[in-house]
C-alpha cells in the first residue's frame, strides 16, 4: 500500500474513524456503470471495455458472487472492484471470489447485529472473522497463502472505502495519496505523484495537525513540491520521536524561550549521533547530508509555523502556536549545521573508457531472457537518452508520447541537429524545457513509440491513449502510468552485477546512479569548449552558478588550456620560467588570496603581500592574453578615474593637479603600464620601453598566445629582472 504496512493502515483508520454513510455510498453506487452492477462479477459477465480489469493466477475461476451479500455490502464490493478497474488496475480474482464467499458466510441470514457494511467491523475484526468462516464450515483453518490473497484484496477495498467515506477536508487525512483523491494539488506531471506520503507516525497530535496544515498551504502556493514534502514530513516524525522521550506535549517546546535554543541544540546532536535504518548503511551513524536535511526541515516548518502563527492556531485548533517566539524563528547559527564532506568530483564523472563499456553492455537491457538479457526493452532505450542527453531521469520518463518539434524547414543538414525534443521541466519553474537533438535520438524515441504502440494493444483498456513516451507495465490499463523509476533501478543494478564495470584508477563505476550520467554530459559539453551559456541552457538551468556545479573540468583539458598562452613580464618581456612550471607552482598554491581578476600572484606561499590592492605595481603579478577584456576595462576605468579626480581637484583649488602629484603619478604609471600590456597581447613583437621585443618565439600563433607578467614595473636592467624571479621559482617550490 505504497510504503505503508497494513497494521500502519489499520492504526489509520482506526484513528479516522470513518463508518458507513447511506448517502455517501448513494453517491458512490451512481457511479457505477449500469453493466457493472451485477450479481456475479467476472471478464465473462461485465461489459468489453472492463473485461481486462480482472486477473487471474493463470487458471479459470469463477465470477466473485456478490447476490447473497446485505444490499450496502453488496454495493460497496461492487463499487470497489469498478474503482480498482476505473484507476488502472487490474481486480485479483483468487482473492476476491475467495473473499466475497467468506463475506457471505459471515452475514448469512443477515442476523440482527451481524455486519451490513464493510465498514462496520475494524479491518483487525474482518481479518479474524474470516479464518473463523472457514473453520466453523471445514473444521479447519484455511491455508496461509488463501489468507494473504483475501487480505490482499480486503485491505485495498478498506483503502478505498475509507478514502470515499471520509468527509473531512483532504489535508485532514492521515494518508494523502493523489492517485485516488484528486484534491490534493500536485503538479501535472509530478515525478512522484504516484507515491503517498502517511502523516500517522507522527504520534502528536498537535505537531500532527499542524504538519499537515503545512503541507496542505506549501501545496497550494507551490512553496514545496511534493516530493519534498515527503521529505519534511520524514523529519518531523523524527522531531515527533525526540519530543516524546523528552516529554514534550506542547508547540512551544519549552514554557522559557530561553531554554528553546539549548532543546533544538540537544536535538542536532541527537540527529547527528542516530544511525541509519535501512538501506546498505543501516545500523551506522547517519551521514552529514542527512543529519543536515533532517535539521533543516524542522527549522523551515517552524519558521514557517512562526511566520503564520495565528493562521496555525485556528486552523489546527491549537492556541500554543500563537505563543511562539523570536526563538522559533531560527534555531542554528552560522556553521553549527552539519557540513557533508566534498564529494570526489572523479566519482560523478564517468571516463571514456567506462562509458565505452557501458553504452556496449546497454543491449542486455532489451535482450530476451532466453537470450541472457534482463527482457526490458524500454530500460535499454531510457538509458540510452539518459547517456547521450543527460536529461535527468524524470525528464526522460516523463516523456510526452511524442516529444519531437520539427526544426525550420532548411535547418537540418546531414550528421546535424534533426529536431528539437520537449521534456517536462519537474525541477525549475521557468528554466528551459527544449533541447536540439540529432537523428540517433530520433529513431530512439521513434523505436520506443512504435513498442509503446503495439503494447498499447495488447494490454491497455479500449479506447486507452498513452499519457507518456515510457509506460509502466503494471495497474497502468488507462495508459496514463510512466515508467517506474524504481524498476529501471533495479534493472542497472542486476546490469551493474554482470558487468563489473571498472573506471581508469580500478574503481567500480556506479550507474545505477542516473545522475552521473547528466554530470558526465555536462563535463563533456565544458570541455569541448561550448559556452557555458549554452550548456547553461541545454541542461535546463536559470543561472550560470548552477551549470558551473556541473563544470568538473578535466585536468588535462585545463592543463592545455592554460599552456596555450605564453606569459610575459611586468614591463611585457617574456616571463623566465617554463610555462609548465608556472602551470604547476600555482596549482601547488591554491590560495585564494591569490586569485586575481586580471592574471595570477606569483608571490611565494610563505611571503606576505604588503602592496595591497596596487597589483598593478608589483613584479610578482601575471597575465595572459584570457585578461584582455579585464585589462582593457581596467585601464578604461583607471583613466576615466584620472579625469574625473582632475576635475574635483580643480574645482576644489582653482588650479590644475600638478604632475607631481603623487596620486596622479601612481595611476599614470598604473596607466601606461595597462597600455604597454595590452599592446604586448595585441601586437607581438612591438618593442617595449626597454628596447626589447615583447618576444615572439618560432611558431608563435598570433597575438592570443601572448601573456604579460607585473603590469606597472618600470624598465629594469637584465640583472634586476633576474633578481625579480628568483623569489618566485624558489617559492613555487617551497
Known amino acids: 500500500m505504497n510504503g505503508i504496512s497494513g497494521e500502519e493502515l489499520m492504526d489509520c483508520w482506526e484513528a479516522a474513524g470513518c463508518s458507513h454513510d447511506a448517502a455517501v455510498l448513494a453517491r458512490l453506487w451512481a457511479s457505477v456503470p449500469p453493466g ?58 483468487p482473492g476476491t471470489v475467495m473473499l466475497a464467499r467468506r463475506l457471505t458466510e459471515i452475514t448469512a441470514g443477515h442476523r440482527a447485529g451481524s455486519p451490513r457494511s464493510l465498514m462496520d467491523l475494524p479491518a483487525r475484526a474482518w481479518l479474524q472473522e474470516i479464518p473463523l468462516a472457514v473453520h466453523r464450515r471445514r473444521g479447519r483453518l484455511p491455508a496461509p497463502s488463501s489468507v494473504t490473497q483475501m487480505r490482499q484484496v480486503l485491505l485495498r477495498f478498506l483503502w478505498l472505502l475509507d478514502l470515499a467515506y471520509d468527509t473531512r477536508p483532504w489535508w485532514q487525512r492521515e494518508s494523502w495519496h493523489p492517485v485516488e483523491d484528486r484534491r490534493i494539488p500536485v503538479r501535472e506531471h509530478e515525478p512522484l505523484g504516484r507515491q503517498a506520503i502517511h502523516f500517522h507516525r507522527i504520534t502528536a497530535g498537535w505537531l500532527r495537525r499542524a504538519a499537515q496544515w503545512h503541507g496542505k498551504v506549501a501545496l497550494e502556493t507551490g512553496v514545496l513540491r511534493w516530493s519534498t514534502l515527503g521529505q519534511r514530513v ?22 522559557d524561550p530561553a531554554r528553546v535554543r539549548q532543546l533544538m541544540q540537544d536535538f542536532l546532536g541527537h540527529v547527528r549521533a542516530s544511525q541509519a535504518s535501512r538501506g546498505p548503511t543501516r545500523g551506522q551513524r547517519v551521514s552529514a547530508a542527512h543529519a543536515k536535511t533532517v535539521l533543516v526541515h524542522v527549522e523551515q516548518f517552524y519558521l514557517f509555523m512562526h511566520d503564520h502563527k495565528d493562521a496555525a492556531a485556528a486552523a489546527c485548533g491549537e492556541p500554543g502556536w500563537r505563543e511562539l517566539g523570536a526563538g522559533h524563528a531560527g534555531f542554528y547559527r552560522t556553521r553549527e549545521l552539519p557540513r557533508p564532506g566534498r564529494r570526489d568530483p572523479g566519482l560523478d564523472v564517468i571516463d571514456d573508457t567506462a562509458m565505452a563499456r557501458i553504452m556496449a553492455g546497454i543491449g542486455q537491457l532489451g535482450e530476451k531472457a532466453a537470450g541472457g538479457g534482463l527482457d526490458d526493452p524500454q530500460a535499454m532505450r531510457i538509458m540510452m537518452l539518459q547517456a547521450r542527453l543527460g536529461r535527468r531521469i524524470s525528464e526522460i520518463l516523463l516523456l510526452d508520447t511524442d516529444p519531437l518539434l520539427p526544426l525550420a524547414a532548411g535547418g537540418r543538414e546531414p550528421g546535424g541537429m534533426a529536431a528539437r525534443l520537449r521534456y517536462q521541466q519537474t525541477k525549475i519553474d521557468g528554466a528551459p524545457d527544449t533541447i536540439l537533438v540529432d537523428a540517433e535520438v530520433v529513431a530512439i524515441i521513434q523505436a520506443q513509440q512504435d513498442w509503446a504502440a503495439a503494447w498499447l494493444s495488447g494490454h491497455a483498456a479500449p479506447g ?47 550507474f545505477q546512479r542516473t545522475h552521473r550520467f547528466r554530470h558526465t554530459r555536462a563535463t563533456s559539453l565544458l570541455n569541448a569548449g561550448v559556452p557555458v ?75 606576505f603581500c604588503d602592496r595591497g590592492n ?66 604586448a597581447v595585441q601586437h607581438p613583437g612591438t618593442s617595449t620601453g626597454d628596447g626589447q621585443a615583447a618576444g615572439t618565439e618560432p611558431g608563435a600563433e598570433g597575438a592570443t598566445q601572448h601573456a604579460v607578467r607585473g603590469a606597472g614595473v618600470e624598465a629594469r636592467t637584465d640583472q634586476a629582472a633576474a633578481r625579480a624571479q628568483r623569489p618566485a621559482v624558489n617559492g613555487g617550490n617551497s
Open 614 to 679: 596596487a597589483c598593478l605595481t608589483c613584479d610578482k603579478f601575471a597575465t595572459d592574453a584570457t585578461f584582455l577584456p579585464e585589462l582593457q576595462q581596467q585601464k578604461d576605468k583607471t583613466l576615466h578615474l584620472i579625469g574625473q579626480r582632475q576635475e574635483a581637484f580643480r574645482a576644489r583649488t582653482g588650479t590644475p593637479m600638478g604632475e607631481d602629484n603623487v596620486w596622479l603619478q601612481g595611476r599614470r604609471r598604473e596607466a601606461a603600464s595597462l597600455e604597454a600590456i595590452i599592446t
Open 533 to 607: 551559456h549554452v550548456v547553461q541552457r541545454y541542461l535546463g538551468h536559470l543561472s550560470p552558478t548552477m551549470t558551473m556545479h556541473y563544470a568538473q573540468t578535466l585536468a588535462e583539458t585545463q592543463e592545455a588550456e592554460f599552456l596555450r598562452y605564453r606569459k610575459l613580464t611586468a614591463d611585457a618581456r617574456e616571463l623566465q620560467i617554463s610555462p609548465g612550471d608556472l602551470y604547476d607552482m600555482l596549482q601547488l598554491d591554491h590560495r585564494t588570496d591569490r586569485i586575481l581578476p586580471n592574471g595570477w600572484c606569483l608571490l611565494p606561499p610563505r611571503q
Open 464 to 510: 486507452a491513449r498513452a499519457r507518456y513516451l515510457f509506460l509502466g507495465l503494471l495497474f497502468n490499463r488507462n495508459a496514463d502510468r510512466p515508467y517506474v523509476s524504481a524498476t529501471l533501478h533495479r534493472a542497472l543494478t542486476e546490469l551493474a552485477r554482470r558487468l563489473d564495470i571498472r573506471d581508469g584508477a580500478g574503481r567500480l563505476v556506479d
Open 234 to 255: 520524514f523529519t518531523l516524525t523524527v522531531l515527533d520521536a525526540f519530543l516524546a522521550g523528552r516529554g514534550i506535549r506542547e508547540p512551544r517546546l519549552d514554557a
Open 36 to 93: 457493472m452492477r451485477l450479481p456475479a462479477l467476472s471478464a465473462d459477465t461485465v461489459p468489453d471495455r472492463y473485461r481486462g480489469g480482472f486477473a487471474g493466477d493463470g487458471t479459470s475461476y469463477p465470477a466473485a458472487d456478490v447476490s447473497a451479500l446485505p444490499w450496502p455490502m453488496r454495493q460497496e464490493v461492487t463499487w470497489c472492484i469498478f474503482r480498482v478497474i476505473e484507476l488502472g488496475g487490474r481486480v485479483q480474482m
